[in-house]
């Protein structure tokens, strides 16, 4: 099946720093997700976006659907170690949604 | 708040059995999912269902087999369960276009 094109796989920063991560994909969606997931837990929705160039934040992450529809990157500035998990990006194509193989953060104190 | 909840979080099977994965939503959404997420590989679509009685496949759902006989329940049935099908296994359930919500999902071992 289809997936997405996610980077970089893993990224091990210190806290405080800030995180950016992407998604690429051949085709083109209609809404991109943004899910993490807690280890031990079902990914938990972050932020969706519904419109091409839209940028959306929640606290402190910043999300942007890109202008060709076939890209996404998630900002998190100033992590914490909470932010700690996988974060996956979704395309909703048609009737179900296509996954990014996730960024593993990992904070360091 | 929506809850999708998994029936079991941590299943031991052995080779050959007959195993059922149970998932329940309570916000009345039509769509239900059947995912597995193995390292490397994300989350792959097993099966999903629009409504009672309906089933479509997923990108891999050879192996499995699901029942929706009401709305908000969704079972996953590994037939002759095999040591490849050890995984996590998560379900998710959307309204119509809305963003799908996930269970805590179920760390199933087959020995």
């Known amino acids: 099946g289809q997936q997405l094109n996610q980077s970089p796989q893993s990224m091990f920063i210190q806290e405080g720093e800030d995180v950016s991560m992407n998604c690429t994909s051949s085709?083109?969606?209609?809404?991109w997700l943004w899910y993490k997931q807690d280890p031990g837990e079902g990914p938990v929705l972050l932020i969706a976006?519904?419109?091409?160039?839209e940028l959306t934040s929640n606290g402190r992450l910043t999300a942007q659907f890109g202008i060709t529809r076939k890209d996404s990157f998630l900002n998190i500035s100033a992590s914490i170690p909470s932010d700690v998990g996988i974060y996956f990006c979704?395309?909703?194509?048609?009737?179900?949604?296509?996954f990014g193989t996730g960024t593993r953060l990992q904070v360091f104190p | 708040d929506v809850k999708v909840t998994q029936s079991s979080r941590y299943l031991v099977k052995r080779t050959g059995e007959k195993v059922f994965l149970e998932c329940v939503q309570d916000?009345?959404?039509?769509?239900m999912f059947w995912y597995r997420q193995d390292p490397g590989l994300g989350l792959r679509l097993i099966y999903f269902?629009?409504?009672?009685?309906?089933?479509e496949k997923g990108d891999i759902p050879e192996g499995y087999s699901v029942s929706r006989e009401k709305k908000e329940r969704f079972s996953l049935i590994l037939e002759s369960a095999s040591t490849n099908q050890t995984s996590m296994y998560l379900c998710?359930?959307?309204?119509?276009?809305?963003?799908?919500?996930f269970g805590d999902g179920t760390r199933l071992s087959i020995l």
């Open positions: 998710a359930s959307s309204f119509g276009y809305q963003p799908q919500h």
């Open positions: 085709s083109i969606f209609n809404t």
């Open positions: 976006l519904y419109k091409a160039g």
């Open positions: 979704a395309g909703h194509d048609t009737d179900k949604l296509i």
């Open positions: 916000m009345d959404h039509e769509n």
């Open positions: 269902s629009y409504d009672v009685k309906m089933k």
